[in-house]
């Protein structure tokens, strides 16, 4: 209470009202332009989610190609996830064919502002709301700014799954905040919700030196063994669904895609792990430059000096940081690996990745380069990366169509 009597009221937080404001700046503007993509990927998604509108809401997880990419019959790429609430969206009188480039918008500020609240466990609140705004200006994120993809809506779902680890390592009841996570990449992205547990598993090993009391990360980890048990009951009730609605199996269909018959054996497929996993690599190196080159020239100045392993004795202001640079290179190198090893190969299927190497490369310079630091401190402003977002998004929109088009600036 203060002077005059009046109770004082919580004042809202600066960053969430921002990132807030900013989603609705960014959606107004997707509706008033009309946008929409050249990719052909986001045209279908953004189709699909349209053409779902008009259909009762009992069809919703049976979509149809409905005639994209020239295409008939049932759409069994990926679970419907990814067109529901967009398609929702659309129901309460958003443009349709706009709603799936808005939802995105939504995803990716889930993602920012999750990196933000996750890179503060192991920095400085300075250097995370750097860090999130340097994130905002990689060559990935340039590509996928103002897109219908499911990349960002898994992005989002893994990092809140980082998140919920985080703070179930002291608050048990976030353990259910990690199982959410992980069905909802499942309900995105099928089979890529492998991902989850595995980042989720790094997260822990790297914070085992942050452990302020004996099986203080029990809950994280229980989780991350009911994540299997989760994901088999969620595939079982999308399967129940989905033959009660069509008649036809959902997931023999997904499987023949994912992983068709006799294509995991012999040399051939060595050879094309070893290719694939080069590939990847390749893609690494630009989509999350010029930090991928400071990871890597990190990484082997600290295995030179023997100072990699996070749960090694150091200094208490140089433990958390180091855990954070660690778990994001292991992270990308365990995922990058993963993915090598599948029969498809696509620069969008690691995507979380880049986003791992760079923010260990960022996060190493931070703590490294002077000017670096100096610009942290003048750009310590709660709402700063949600502003940069906002002009980002204007000058794509902008742009779209008037530049060309290559992989750096593809809308």
Not at 187 to 193: P, S
Not at 346 to 363: C, E, L, M, T
């Amino acid at each position: 209470m203060d002077n005059t009597g009046s109770v004082s009221r919580p004042r809202v937080p600066a960053a969430p009202l921002a990132w807030a404001l900013a989603w609705a700046i960014t959606a107004a503007l997707i509706a008033a332009v009309q946008f929409t993509s050249r990719d052909p990927d986001s045209q279908l998604y953004a189709g699909i989610s349209a053409r779902l509108v008009e259909e009762p809401v009992s069809q919703w997880i049976a979509p149809q190609w409905w005639g994209f990419w020239n295409t008939q019959g049932p759409y069994c790429e990926h679970p419907v996830g990814m067109f529901v609430v967009p398609a929702v969206l659309g129901r309460f009188g958003y443009p349709k064919l706009q709603a799936a480039y808005a939802v995105n918008a939504l995803y990716q500020i889930i993602s920012f502002g999750l990196i933000t609240l996750i890179a503060a466990t192991v920095t400085t609140r300075r250097y995370a709301r750097a860090l999130t705004c340097l994130l905002q200006l990689l060559p990935i994120a340039f590509v996928f700014r103002v897109r219908a993809n499911q990349e960002y809506a898994v992005l989002a779902g893994v990092l809140f799954a980082l998140y919920a680890t985080e703070r179930a390592r002291t608050r048990p009841a976030w353990a259910i905040g990690m199982v959410a996570g992980f069905c909802a990449v499942l309900l995105v992205k099928g089979v890529f919700a492998v991902m989850v547990p595995v980042t989720c598993v790094i997260w822990l090993i790297a914070r085992t030196a942050s452990n302020s009391r004996r099986f203080s990360d029990a809950a994280a980890w229980s989780a991350i063994v009911a994540m299997p048990i989760a994901g088999a009951l969620v595939a079982w009730g999308y399967e129940s669904a989905y033959v009660h609605v069509t008649g036809q199996s959902f997931l023999e269909i997904y499987r023949s895609r994912q992983l068709p018959d006799a294509d995991i054996v012999g040399q051939s497929y060595v050879m094309r792990t070893a290719y694939t996993a080069s590939w990847y690599l390749t893609r690494v190196a630009w989509y999350a430059f010029p930090w991928s080159l400071v990871a890597v020239g990190y990484g082997v100045r600290t295995l030179a000096q023997g100072e990699w392993a996070p749960w090694r004795p150091r200094e208490a202001d140089d433990d958390t940081g180091l855990q954070g640079m660690w778990f994001a290179f292991v992270a990308a190198v365990a995922l990058t690996a993963a993915f090598s090893l599948a029969h498809r190969k696509a620069d969008r299927y690691i995507f979380p990745v880049y986003f791992f190497i760079a923010g260990g490369g960022s996060g190493a310079a931070l703590r490294r380069w002077p000017r670096l630091q100096r610009f942290a401190g003048h750009a310590d402003r709660a709402w700063l990366p949600a502003a940069l977002y906002v002009v980002l998004v204007v000058i794509t929109l902008v742009s779209t169509g008037k530049l060309p088009r290559f992989t750096f600036w593809r809308t």
